[in-house]
């Protein structure tokens, strides 16, 4: 990108984060490093830190905080006959985020080894599965079969897939297209289709 990141350690990334991070006013490097972490905002050195980042006010001339009414826009891929199912990904509570730490963690890799569908009853009895056999799913831009879970609280016409199993890549499914606001990739919403699959074992296609 041309930018001179050429930094020596931490401690210089950390030095150019505070010139433009008003939260990391009066806590310097060396607390940091002594005590692991510091509660902000913290208004004097060597403060503890106050449990409310706007406590007196938000930083606004009236102190009163701004809020702007918003709508949600249609996603960019809508459903259809071809693709008449929801697809959403996300994180589950053993492997909250990629999952190239939980998974090292055996209790937590043991209750969740593998990667499922998960799906509302009402879903599951439409396709003619039962909990715990194999289920194609299919976007327009690959292919994954996982076991399947029955959840009452998936809504119906959805199917959840975790996206921290590599060998069940959720986001070779989704959607690529950004918003065009916040840059974020739409991976909560992909139109797909569901069959019954010969394998639960997780496989991919593309």
């Not at 004097?44 to 006010?57: A, L, N, Q, R």
């Not at 975790?162 to 990739?185: H, Q, R, S």
Request: net charge negative.
């Amino acid at each position: 990108m041309g930018l001179a990141w050429d930094y020596a350690g931490p401690q210089e990334i950390y030095a150019e984060m505070q010139q433009g991070m008003d939260s990391l006013d009066n806590i310097d490097w060396a607390r940091l490093s002594e005590e692991n972490s510091v509660t902000y905002p913290c208004l004097t050195p060597g403060g503890e830190g106050e449990d409310v980042v706007f406590g007196d006010g938000f930083p606004r001339a009236s102190g009163r905080a701004r809020f702007v009414p918003t709508w949600p826009t249609p996603p960019d891929e809508t459903l259809d006959d071809d693709y008449p199912t929801v697809l959403t990904t996300g994180r589950q509570l053993e492997h909250w985020h990629t999952g190239s730490m939980t998974r090292r963690a055996y209790v937590l890799d043991s209750l969740e080894p593998a990667a499922v569908a998960t799906l509302n009853p009402v879903e599951l009895e439409r396709l003619g599965i039962a909990a715990g056999e194999a289920l194609s799913i299919t976007t327009r831009r690959g292919q994954i079969t996982l076991a399947t879970r029955a959840d009452p609280l998936t809504p119906a016409g959805m199917v959840f897939v975790p996206f921290c199993y590599a060998e069940a890549a959720a986001n070779l499914l989704t959607n690529p297209a950004l918003d065009p606001v916040g840059k974020i990739p739409e991976f909560k919403y992909a139109a797909c289709r569901l069959a019954r699959a010969e394998s639960a074992s997780a496989s991919l296609d593309t």
